[in-house]
């Protein structure tokens, strides 16, 4: 089942700008973490927070976990056109090995 | 180091078809796995492998098979192919599964099934 909801669905913002994105999820939880897809290509993994983990930061990523609200935001600061991309959140539930993803991002970053 | 590579890249077939996409990695990881991604859907595990000879069923695991045979390979199969598995598929391996470990995607297959 889908465990992460990214929400907004889709932003288009200007270059230079930032952009948010948040993802919720229902149970308990090892990690949580973000990847990158760009058009026609497989994911990339941009960063991981662990459930005992509140911030991360990675570059101009900013990850924010708060398990008491079952929730993630993901901030890419001084967005560039090159990040243009969906945006995935992925769970690693606990007991389990594997990563339950939402349903993705799209970010447009317009020069 | 290629990482995660996947075989063949594109691929139509007719309904009731049968065909294999192969995966590879040279990462020496232990664990594998195969999603399908569809529009509006994120991505769904099909089934996964935790080690050579092992596999388990994933989240839509109905009309799939697969094999581990060696270490760096997990194949997917479509014994008779319906237009409801026209989707892109994307392998990936992990170092180990359960903790902080990320996964490395294949950059995927387009089926077509008609």
């Known amino acids: 089942s889908q465990q992460g909801e990214e929400d907004p669905q889709a932003l288009s913002i200007q270059e230079g700008e930032n952009a948010t994105m948040n993802c919720s999820y229902k149970t308990s939880i090892n990690n949580l973490q973000w990847y990158r897809q760009n058009s026609g290509r497989g994911l990339v993994h941009l960063i991981l927070?662990?459930?005992?983990?509140r911030e991360k930061h990675s570059g101009r990523l900013r990850v924010t976990l708060d398990t008491s609200k079952k929730s993630s935001s993901l901030l890419i600061t001084a967005s560039r056109a090159a990040d243009t991309a969906s945006y995935f959140c992925a769970t690693e539930g606990q007991g389990n090995n594997r990563l339950a993803f939402g349903k993705g991002n799209q970010v447009v970053v317009i020069p | 180091n290629a990482g995660v590579t996947q075989t063949p890249k594109f691929r139509v077939l007719k309904t009731g078809q049968s065909m294999t996409l192969l995966c590879a990695q040279d990462?020496?990881?232990?664990?594998m796995y195969w999603y399908r991604q569809d529009p509006g859907m994120g991505l769904r595990l099909i089934h996964y492998s935790v080690g050579e000879g092992t596999t388990a069923k994933g989240e839509v695991p109905d009309g799939y098979n697969v094999s581990r045979l060696k270490k760096q390979n997990f194949l997917l199969g479509l014994e008779s192919a319906a237009p409801s598995q026209t989707s892109v598929y994307f392998c990936?391996?992990?170092?180990?599964?359960?903790?902080?470990?990320?996964?490395?995607f294949g950059p995927g297959t387009r089926l077509t099934v008609l």
């Open positions: 990462m020496n990881h232990e664990y």
């Open positions: 990936a391996s992990s170092q180990q599964g359960e903790g902080f470990n990320e996964q490395f």
């Open positions: 927070i662990r459930s005992n983990e």
